[in-house]
């Protein structure tokens, strides 16, 4: 990744590094918090190499996204760091996607859900799609919920998660091809185990939920921008990229937040980004 003194990550195709073949290709699909910002959508993350392309998270709102970025149906798998709708939710227009879409694969997508999220999954259809019961769901894709000691392997990419500190189980992961590691927080308070799975991490994706907010109290499931920043510099992360934001501060607010603890290159996400590791 280019190194730089940080800023909105630029949006809609230009890279923060199109000098080099990169051995991943992160491209943000969607970097709102809960309420998305206008014109924005939230948590969603595409992750490709050279063989393997996959979802992190597909928020409220992301699957447009997605569409403007790749094929749905050429995807390798899709995973969920947790059964909150701006993680989830628009699994829902992924599957008429890969139903009833013009391209259509030959065998079921791998979907990668946490601990009890099939049920949650399976609940969430049954209320819309009763007449389709199970059918909705596996017709398309292969559901999986995936045991976080275990990892996760797709093609080249090997995928550790770690529990985050959270109102609902949630796993942060790390994605490691060939020398290169992208991290991602999904959602949480500072805690150790997002710390470890950022440990000299090319670079660690964080949210950065309550921005400036310094009142904080406890407990809560979320960080400011200095916490992600101290979570990068404890971690030893090579670059910072803060995302799941609302519309309260603006890039520079976050990266000056951030940049209390951090001294490596920060980005703030924006929807369209395109990110070569
Ligand atoms: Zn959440
Ligand atoms: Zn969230």
Redesign the pocket.
């Known amino acids: 990744m280019a190194q730089g003194h940080g800023g909105r990550a630029r949006s809609r195709g230009a890279g923060i590094s199109a000098v080099r073949p990169a051995t991943l290709r992160i491209r943000v699909a969607g970097s709102s ?2 309420i998305p910002r206008p014109g924005r959508a ?2 969603s993350y595409i992750v490709q190499s050279a063989e393997t392309a996959i979802v992190i998270d597909v ?1 409220t709102g992301a699957l447009a996204n997605l569409r403007m970025a790749c094929e749905p149906a050429d995807l390798d798998a899709v995973i969920i760091s ?1 059964m ?1 709708a ?2 989830f939710l628009d699994l829902v227009p992924l599957r008429y996607s890969l139903k009833y879409g013009q391209r259509r694969r030959a065998t079921p997508l791998p979907l990668y859900l946490p601990p009890g999220g099939e049920r949650t999954m399976r609940r969430l259809v049954s209320a819309f799609a009763p007449e389709i019961g199970g059918d909705f769901l596996d017709d398309v894709f292969d559901v999986v919920e995936y045991r976080p000691d275990n990892g996760i392997v797709v093609g080249d990419m090997h995928i550790r998660l770690a529990l985050t500190h959270h109102w609902v189980p ?1 796993f942060a992961m790390r994605i490691e091809c060939e020398s290169v590691v992208f991290a991602y927080s ?2 949480t308070s500072p805690t150790e185990s997002v710390i470890e799975i950022a440990r000299n991490a090319t670079l660690f994706c964080c ?1 950065a ?1 309550l921005g400036l907010h310094d009142e904080l109290y406890e407990p809560r499931g ?1 960080c400011n921008a200095a916490e992600a920043g101290l979570m990068a510099a404890q971690s030893g992360a090579h670059g910072l990229l803060l995302s ?1 934001y609302g519309s309260e501060w603006s890039a520079e607010q976050l990266i000056e937040g951030a940049r209390m603890h951090y001294e490596g290159p920060i980005y703030v996400a924006d929807d369209g980004n395109d990110l070569r590791l």
């Open positions: 918090s809960s939230c948590s928020g947790h909150h701006d993680h949630a999904a959602d949210e939920t979320h799941h």
